[in-house]
């Protein structure tokens, strides 16, 4: 998970309300210290490391939770509520008909971005896109495009000859006219100079960009700030992204940073994949990396060929509390389409699955790896012995274990997992105001209000 650093410094932090009803003095101020290191340690800055910290201390100082809500997560709450308002709203954009023209300085992953962006439009929006190299700067740069989109169907625009990139520009609009959306990769630079502006605002008039998109590599920490707005008052960027998130302690510094100068956060890069792209609100990113879960995020992950209607009858009967070996086996089977476990998790509120979402990486392999065996096994048992495990008794469980070629115990694994999954879906029926969002949520077909559902 992107920010892994700064959400273990928050749990350390707040971890010390665990089962307390107050603090003392001494407590407060160590809690506070520590959680102030996490913030620094983020690269969040003096000063909003500072506002974060003081409202928490007033809030815990002045404020009785709710009653039922323990001090952690009271405190849980005010940190989620905090790190949302700096980090902004969001802003929703709507690719079709869109041109977008990418910027940035060398290295930011401009190209690379191009390429999930256009890969997330086509398969989340189902558009028709083309993308446009016009980068005539560095060399191989329609070569790494037209690799990085190689098994999609996206339509690669380039002319590695050309040194003319308005020409290109050009050429690349009319052939592609009939796309839904067109995204067009810029030269990078060293810095701002006068010829990329020069360059940059021909090219946005001559493509008449809807979207002009700015990619930061969040390593760069609070320097993301002044990238953000010297760019901002040169092409009038109206998306910021964020790219790098997975590789670096002070992504939290350059979100914050990039926030403050009022551009819009739209997308994040959590990898050098493709498929390694994620649409930016900040309550939903906020809520996962307190482990709170993000629902439409990890709807937003399911890739085109997964039955959306089956994940939906899936949530609901894990809400009514009936959960067959098959119901997991779907599960396990979305899972699986959706790729690593470990990305699947992070979506979930740490407290899910007994604990999994804070499982360690062995663990989270060692799950990945269970998967395949567990599909094996069920295989081999009954469409009955599926719909209800507790028959497994010691005979099937033999027969079972002899048709799958594995060892008793490891039929005895799996329904001990299904049991432990049972008691959790078990768990989430029985929180009433999270079934009542779902079912809503199911209903309207709105998935907004499920953020910061406070499982
Ligand atoms: N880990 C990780 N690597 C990324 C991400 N985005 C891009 N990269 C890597 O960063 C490097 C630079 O990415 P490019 O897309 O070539 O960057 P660019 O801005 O087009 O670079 P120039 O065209 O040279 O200015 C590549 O090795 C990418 O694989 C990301 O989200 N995570
Ligand atoms: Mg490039």
């Known amino acids: 998970m992107a920010l892994e650093g700064l959400a273990n410094g928050i749990f350390r932090a707040i971890g010390r309300l665990k089962g307390r009803r107050r603090l003392d003095e001494e407590e407060l101020k160590d809690m506070l210290r520590s959680l102030r290191r996490a913030l620094q340690e983020a690269d969040f800055n003096v000063r ?3 506002e974060i910290t003081d409202r928490l201390e007033e809030r815990i100082r002045n404020e009785e939770p709710r009653p039922g809500i323990t001090l952690q997560t009271h405190a849980m709450n005010i940190l989620y509520t905090e790190l949302v308002r700096m980090l902004g709203p969001a802003r929703e954009i709507r690719p079709h008909g869109a041109t977008i ?25 189902s558009l028709k896109v083309a993308v446009i190299e016009a980068d005539v700067h560095r060399p191989g740069a329609y070569a790494q495009l037209k690799q990085l989109l190689e098994d999609s ?9 050309e040194k003319d990139a308005s020409a290109i520009v050009r050429r690349g609009l009319a052939k592609h006219a009939a796309a839904d959306v067109v995204i067009v990769d810029t030269a990078g630079r060293h810095r701002l100079d006068e010829e990329l502006v020069e360059e940059l605002k021909q090219m946005s ?41 997975d590789g670096t302690a002070r992504g939290g510094g350059a979100l914050s940073a990039v926030a403050a100068t009022g551009a819009p956060i739209v997308y994040v890069g959590t990898g050098e994949k493709v498929a390694d792209i994620e649409k930016f609100e900040s309550d939903r990113f ?12 990890l709807i937003d992950l399911a890739p085109e060929d997964l039955d959306e209607e089956e994940a939906m009858r899936l949530t609901e009967r894990m809400m009514s509390g009936r959960f067959t070996l098959n119901d997991m086996y779907k599960q396990m089977e979305m899972m699986s389409k959706v790729g690593t476990v470990d990305r699947l998790l992070s979506f979930l509120p740490a407290n899910m699955f007994g604990g999994m979402g804070a499982m360690g990486k062995a663990q989270k392999e060692g799950m990945q790896q269970n998967l395949e065996k567990y599909r094996v096994i069920m295989d081999s048992m009954t469409n009955h012995e599926k719909d209800d495990p507790l028959c497994l008794k010691a005979e099937r469980i033999r027969r079972v274990a002899h048709g799958a070629g594995v060892k008793e115990k490891e039929v005895r694994e799996l329904i001990a997992q299904w049991n432990r999954s049972k008691k959790m879906m078990k768990g989430m029926s029985g929180n009433r105001k999270l079934s009542k969002q779902m079912r809503q949520m199911m209903k309207s077909g709105d998935f907004d209000d499920m953020q910061n559902m406070g499982m």
């Open 286 to 297: 906020i809520s996962r990396l307190l482990g709170m879960g993000d629902i439409q995020g």
């Open 153 to 161: 169907s996206v339509e690669v625009y380039g002319e590695p000859d």
């Open 205 to 245: 008039d001559l493509m008449n960009a809807s979207e002009r998109f700015l990619v930061i590599d969040a390593q760069v920490g609070q320097a993301a700030g002044p990238v953000a707005a010297s760019f901002n008052e040169l092409v009038d960027v109206n998306g910021v992204i964020v790219s790098k998130l």
């Open 101 to 125: 023209m990418m910027v940035g300085l060398y290295g930011q992953g401009k190209t690379t971005t191009t390429a999930k962006l256009a890969e997330w439009y086509r398969r989340r929006h």
């Open 48 to 50: 909003q490391t500072k």
